[in-house]
């Protein structure tokens, strides 16, 4: 869910990138659409959303405008649509980290946040980034105008994090590039 490219009227302040489509998600092509899936709980209690989506058949058309208009654009490191994001190589994580500086060069949101810090430091070749705010200087080819933060994979089965403390590490990264709920 990014905007066209031939849209300029529309300019990212965030772009979330997931690991990877589940099969849920691939089945009705949404994003994070798996029923109990904490991002959506998470984003409307951050502000980033005026009402909590449900994408577990779909995104709406209107729900997707919303985001849009608010500069939120939603994609993923790796295309593949996998039951676990452990199914996936090194090397498609390497070449869909590659394929996400690109897209930031292109696209130059003031924000990529990336759901899950395992898929990072594998990508990226960051065997030791912690969730937070990155140093773009080690990773080639990154826009120096974009920043780049970690967040933590909203999937239950990433136990340590509660919809109110993701809520809360997305309330301060939408203040951090400037923005308000």
């Given at each position: 869910?990014?905007?066209?490219?031939?849209?300029p009227?529309?300019?990212?302040?965030?772009?979330?990138?997931?690991?990877?489509?589940?099969?849920?998600?691939?089945?009705?092509n949404?994003?994070?659409?798996?029923?109990?899936?904490?991002?959506?709980?998470?984003?409307?209690?951050?502000g980033?959303?005026d009402?909590?989506?449900?994408?577990?058949?779909?995104?709406d058309?209107?729900?997707?405008?919303?985001l849009?208009?608010?500069?939120?654009?939603?994609?993923?490191?790796?295309?593949?649509?996998?039951?676990?994001?452990?199914?996936?190589?090194?090397?498609?994580?390497?070449d869909?980290?590659?394929r996400?500086?690109?897209?930031?060069?292109?696209?130059?949101?003031?924000?990529?946040?990336i759901?899950g810090?395992t898929?990072?430091?594998?990508?990226f070749?960051?065997?030791?980034?912690q969730?937070?705010?990155?140093?773009?200087?080690?990773?080639?080819?990154?826009?120096?105008?974009?920043?780049?933060?970690?967040?933590?994979?909203?999937s239950g089965?990433?136990?340590?994090?509660?919809?109110?403390?993701?809520?809360?590490?997305?309330?301060?990264?939408w203040?951090?590039?400037?923005e308000?709920?």
């Open positions: 869910m990014l905007p066209h490219e031939s849209d009227s529309v300019r990212l302040r965030l772009l979330i990138v997931g690991i990877n489509p589940g099969l849920w998600t691939a089945a009705v949404a994003p994070f659409a798996r029923p109990g899936n904490r991002f959506w709980p998470s984003l409307h209690r951050a980033l959303t009402h909590e989506v449900d994408a577990s058949r779909g995104l058309p209107r729900d997707e405008a919303e849009l208009a608010r500069g939120i654009g939603i994609t993923n490191i790796v295309g593949r649509a996998t039951a676990r994001a452990d199914e996936l190589s090194k090397q498609e994580l390497r869909g980290a590659a996400l500086v690109r897209r930031a060069q292109a696209l130059r949101p003031k924000c990529v946040a759901a810090i898929a990072f430091r594998i990508g070749s960051q065997p030791k980034a969730i937070g705010q990155q140093d773009t200087t080690t990773i080639p080819g990154w826009p120096d105008d974009v920043a780049l933060h970690v967040v933590p994979q909203p089965l990433n136990a340590h994090f509660t919809v109110d403390s993701l809520a809360a590490i997305w309330a301060d990264l203040k951090s590039i400037g308000s709920g």
